[in-house]
């Protein structure tokens, strides 16, 4: 009974904080918010309860640790013993993958298998949602290619979207993560949470932008996805998607050496000065949410401290603050936090959004600065349902 008093409570606080700062609700379609609901219940019960979804998962793993098993081959002809001694841990082993696995996406992409892909199951998704065809092609075009490579393959219909429309596209690639970033992710945590998030997250973001958000698509506009690489020989593309995944690894690196020196100081000023760290009281403020989510209240704090985290800083600080306090926390709060994590939503993803939309279209860049904050409002409020409803089903 518990589970199901936080879930209702969650869609409550969920529904009420997306529609407060919503427009136009007489547009909100409650039939598909109840549908899309059910569906990813099921989704969440296959994938962490079933024996065939845990098979599904188990498989998923297997092959991602297959391919980080490949991506060490180059990491360890580049940097020697250092891999196999444990030293740079985190950069060889968690971010050096992305390199070969922005490789395979690439190849992917260039063979016209993933626009294929997307093409089919947006089409799919399109029927379940109540959304145009193009949100729903965006929605799995994003997980696949990235926050900022995804735009690319729209590029000639950026100009003729509603702002509406656009905000939706950019609210999708916040709340949901690249494929090329996943090995990172199961390094780190467990790879049904992953698994999981990556689905429900998707299905989340239909129902949150479906009350924050709503509007009817009268006509979709031309749907043919352009190919991003077109002209250019295989190999012209796959020493571009390799030089792409060597600058999101640095980048990301870059970001965790700033942010995590960062939050140590500012820790320490705040513990000087108040006597609590600055986590300490974005702790207090992500309380209530954590324990809504089905956290027990006497790990809510700490779990709502590295919610926090992830908003301030990005998901990698912050899963690097659940493995230390991995071992303080019950399974359940593991499940829950570990599926909150999984999505790009925070501050600095604002700049990427906008920016990857604004070398593309500098008008719409402009709209997605202009809607940065509601962006990152809606994406955390995605991350708060899927991790909800994990809550339910764990």
Not at 275 to 299: C, K, T
Not at 306 to 313: F, G, N, Y
Request: one cysteine or more; proline letters at 2%; charged letters at 10%.
């Amino acid at each position: 009974m518990s589970r199901i008093f936080h879930f209702v409570l969650a869609l409550a606080v969920v529904a009420i904080l997306a529609i407060l700062v919503g427009r136009d609700r007489k547009s909100i379609r409650v039939h598909f918010i109840i549908q899309l609901l059910a569906i990813e219940i099921l989704l969440a019960y296959f994938f962490l309860n079933s024996q065939i979804g845990l098979g599904f998962v188990q498989g998923f793993s297997a092959m991602f640790d297959k391919l980080l098993g490949f991506a060490a081959e180059g990491t360890d002809f580049v940097f020697g013993n250092m891999n196999k001694q444990g030293l740079a841990f985190f950069f060889l082993n968690v971010l050096c993958p992305i390199v070969f696995i922005s490789a395979l996406i690439g190849i992917l992409q260039h063979i016209r298998v993933l626009p294929f892909v997307i093409r089919i199951i947006g089409t799919v998704l399109s029927k379940i949602n109540g959304m145009g065809k193009l949100e729903s092609f965006n929605a799995v075009s994003s997980l696949i290619l990235g926050q900022s490579e995804n735009f690319i393959a729209y590029k000639d219909i950026l100009g003729k979207m509603s702002e509406r429309r656009i905000y939706t596209m950019a609210a999708t690639a916040m709340s949901t993560v690249s494929m090329s970033i996943v090995g990172a992710y199961t390094t780190m945590l467990a790879p049904k949470y992953v698994v999981a998030a990556l689905v429900l997250n998707m299905f989340s973001t239909f129902i949150v932008l479906s009350l924050l958000n709503p509007y009817w698509v009268e006509k979709d506009e031309d749907l043919q996805m352009n190919h991003p690489h077109e002209g250019q020989s295989f190999f012209e593309m796959l020493g571009e998607y390799i030089l792409a995944g060597f600058k999101v690894a640095i980048i990301v690196s870059a970001m965790l050496i700033g942010f995590i020196a960062l939050i140590s100081a500012v820790n320490a000023l705040f513990s000087l000065l108040f006597g609590i760290s600055f986590q300490g009281i974005l702790g207090y403020i992500f309380f209530p949410l954590a324990w809504v989510m089905g956290v027990p209240a006497h790990e809510s704090l700490q779990v709502g401290s590295i919610m926090a985290t992830k908003l301030v800083s990005n998901e990698f600080v912050a899963m690097i603050d659940l493995q230390k306090a991995a071992g303080e926390l019950s399974q359940r709060s593991v499940g829950i936090i570990s599926v909150f994590l999984v999505s790009f939503a925070n501050f600095s993803s604002i700049g990427i959004v906008s920016g990857a939309i604004k070398g593309l279209n500098e008008h719409q860049g402009n709209v997605v600065s202009r809607y940065g904050l509601k962006l990152v409002y809606g994406s955390t409020l995605v991350s708060v349902l899927s991790a909800a409803i994990v809550g339910l089903v764990i």
